[in-house]
């Protein structure tokens, strides 16, 4: 058995390193290209949303490399993200590929579907083995979060413009080679000291922008044409409410104290949006609401084209920005690579909120 | 007075490139409408050339703005003091002239826009996304599909006494619901009224889309010539509507207001000069193979010296000039 899995920004480097724990052959698929693009629109149904596109083709070029084996996540169907795997498994049969899609499906109360699909995937290996491959693996989820939070930070303040991503493209190059949990833990240190380093300009207090939406388009730079390196060059410090690590601690681990505050901020947008709607757009109501209290400057809904739940909190956003008088902006992705339309739109957001800033 | 200095404001758009002179006052001295033809460099340059030998003898550029979806490329040949978005320089010319401003309507060929200001300030915008049904050129198709110059389009509309409703939100739904009402039998006047309607509900639909729209609301871009949508949007908002002198060039008018702006604090110019403009200009493209992302890079040289390049993710050529 060689195992894959879909891309989602930088989830591969601790997925990476749990199945390499394991023992496990693993072929994380390559970067996503305009190649993944192009295949994945080939196979998928014209009308699906997009993360579904670039997950086949992802999956397309990992068989081609040697893989028979997907591993993905499921969300217990709320939007068409549940029917992911049953749909895709078809598609690739039907090309003729002989591999096996497993749904990691996030535990309500019952940790045992999780924990028997895991033991599938570890080929009988006992628990002892899983377990341990796990906490080596989850604290590489939260420490990778950081050095993307800290480029974050950087990038908005660097003095020299693209030193920061001198060193995030050159730590992306190295993590791909670079193989097991306690190795990869080294490199995310080692970058993360080299990011500290760069010089920041002085006396320099950047725009806060909040990022809400969809989880795969927000997570993933090459579908949202990587908005938050536009933003933090135009001199914009970014946060986002979707995070992998976020997501690990909300969905798979018993974090309590992160699960609470997560309530209270949903509890917020219950005026808006008061239930579960499927997707994520409760939480793109309910964080944006939280930005707003936050002080934030302006906020960017990201989403890709005809998403059902986002397109419902996307009517109810421009009520958001009257009551709490923050400018917010909806950012639909589709196939589109060309991106000049969104540069346009990115500057201009971010100039009237210098001017607003310079009004107040 | 020895020599004048003037200020050159481009706006490279999808369909049009529009190129204007004015003075320190603001006085419009030269105003240039050309279709982009998907060839802006070429274009550009004609039309500075044509430009340059219209001028005054005395006259000397003192200032270059560029602004629309071809503003690096326009910037980088002519070399700009001010590179800016679509949104500002709109906002800006709006403001200049009519300072009492609180909303811009602009409805270009590709897009459309809408932006909102409060005392003076761009405060809020949107601009449509994926849709055409709310643009110059959905009227385009539409009156070349009935056979009307576009410029009688609007005229034609204003005499329609009963305007027919179409459905306005999306350019297919819209066609084809025209052709049904056209076979039976309502008028041609009738028709154009309601389309034109149509276009004003999906522009306030899509792009409005829960702004408050203050007076004073200046209508600017191409259509705003087009006084069956003006008339629409008159009685759909129940505002009076303005539409200024030079609407439609305010983009390429905002860009020289920010270009004479900007000079008057650096004090000097970055513009190469008309003369330059006879060098060869060539663009390049070519695939990085630095990593898999594969980033077309776009390479701009003058002779054999590269003035500009972008394109990459990364930054690896737009830092190496």
């Known amino acids: 058995m060689v195992l894959t899995f879909p891309h989602m920004g930088q989830m591969y480097i601790p997925a990476k390193a749990f199945f390499e724990e394991m023992g496990i052959e693993t072929i994380p698929p390559p970067p996503v290209t305009k190649r993944t693009l192009e295949l994945g629109t080939k196979y998928s149904p014209e009308f699906v949303c997009l993360p579904f596109k670039i997950n086949l083709g992802n999956y397309i070029e990992s068989i081609e490399k040697g893989a028979d084996t997907i591993v993905i996540t499921g969300s217990c169907g709320p939007c068409r993200f549940g029917l992911y795997g049953i749909v895709q498994v078809e598609i690739l049969r039907e090309l003729g590929y002989d591999v096996d899609i497993l749904v990691l499906d996030p535990p309500r109360e019952d940790y045992s579907k999780l924990m028997e699909n895991l033991k599938k995937i570890g080929e009988g290996k006992d628990f002892k083995t899983v377990s341990r491959a796990a906490r080596k693996a989850a604290p590489i989820v939260i420490s990778c979060d950081k050095l993307y939070e800290l480029a974050v930070y950087k990038r908005a303040r660097e003095r020299i413009k693209g030193d920061t991503d001198k060193i995030l493209n050159e730590f992306e190059r190295t993590v791909y080679n670079t193989h097991g949990a306690d190795k990869i833990t080294e490199l995310l240190k080692l970058y993360s000291r080299k990011l500290k380093e760069i010089p920041e300009k002085e006396e320099y207090t950047p725009i806060y922008i909040g990022l809400v939406g969809e989880i795969y388009t927000l997570i993933e730079p090459y579908v949202n044409l990587d908005i938050e390196r536009k933003l933090g060059l135009l001199g914009v410090h970014v946060s986002r409410n979707m995070k992998v690590d976020w997501w690990v601690r909300t969905h798979l681990l018993p974090d309590i104290p992160l699960r609470i505050k997560e309530k209270i901020i949903l509890h917020r947008g219950r005026q808006y949006l008061g239930m579960c709607i499927g997707g994520h757009a409760r939480q793109t109501i309910a964080h944006s609401i939280n930005y707003a209290k936050e002080g934030y400057d302006g906020i960017i809904q990201v989403m890709p084209f005809a998403c059902m739940p986002e397109v419902v909190a996307q009517s109810i956003l421009p009520s958001v920005s009257r009551d709490k008088d923050i400018p917010i902006m909806t950012f639909t992705v589709d196939e589109i690579t060309g991106d000049a339309g969104y540069n346009t739109r990115l500057e201009a957001f971010v100039e009237t909120i210098k001017q607003r800033k310079i009004k107040a | ?321």
């Open chain 2, 1 to 321: 007075m020895g020599e004048c200095g003037l200020y050159l404001g481009i706006d490279v758009g999808s369909v049009s490139t529009n190129i204007i002179v004015i003075d320190r006052d603001l006085t419009v001295l030269e105003k240039y409408y050309i279709r982009t033809q998907g060839r802006p460099i070429q274009i550009l340059k004609e039309s500075l050339m044509k430009l340059s030998s219209n001028l005054p003898l005395n006259s000397k550029i003192s200032g270059v703005g560029c602004t629309g979806s071809g503003r690096e490329l326009a910037g980088a040949i002519v070399g700009a003091d001010v590179v800016k978005n679509e949104i500002t320089a709109h906002g800006i010319a709006a403001l200049t002239f009519l300072p009492d401003t609180n909303t811009v309507i602009e409805i270009g060929g590709q897009d459309s826009k809408i932006i909102i200001i409060r005392n003076g300030i761009i405060t809020d915008f949107a601009m449509n996304t994926v849709c055409a049904a709310g643009t110059g050129s959905f009227l385009d198709r539409q009156a070349s599909r009935l056979n009307i110059p576009i410029d009688e389009f609007g005229k034609l509309a204003t005499e329609s006494k009963s305007p027919v409703r179409i459905a306005g939100r999306c350019a297919v739904f819209a066609e084809s619901d025209m052709i049904h009402k056209q076979q039976m039998g309502h008028e041609i006047a009738d028709i154009v009224g309601g389309l034109c309607i149509a276009l004003v509900r999906n522009y306030l639909n899509n792009v409005g889309k829960g702004k408050k729209i203050l007076p004073r609301v200046v209508f600017q871009g191409g259509v705003a010539a087009n006084r069956g949508i003006k008339n629409a949007f008159e009685s759909m908002l129940n505002t009076e509507i303005t539409v200024p002198e030079n609407y439609d060039v305010m983009g390429a008018l905002g860009a020289a207001i920010l270009a004479k702006d900007e000079v008057d604090s650096t004090n000097s110019t970055k513009f190469r000069g008309f003369a330059r403009l006879k060098d060869d200009f060539v663009s390049t493209s070519f695939e990085c193979d630095g990593c898999p992302n594969m980033c077309e890079i776009v390479e701009i040289k003058v002779g054999s010296q590269i003035v500009a390049r972008w394109g990459d993710r990364c930054g690896k050529w737009t830092s190496a000039q």
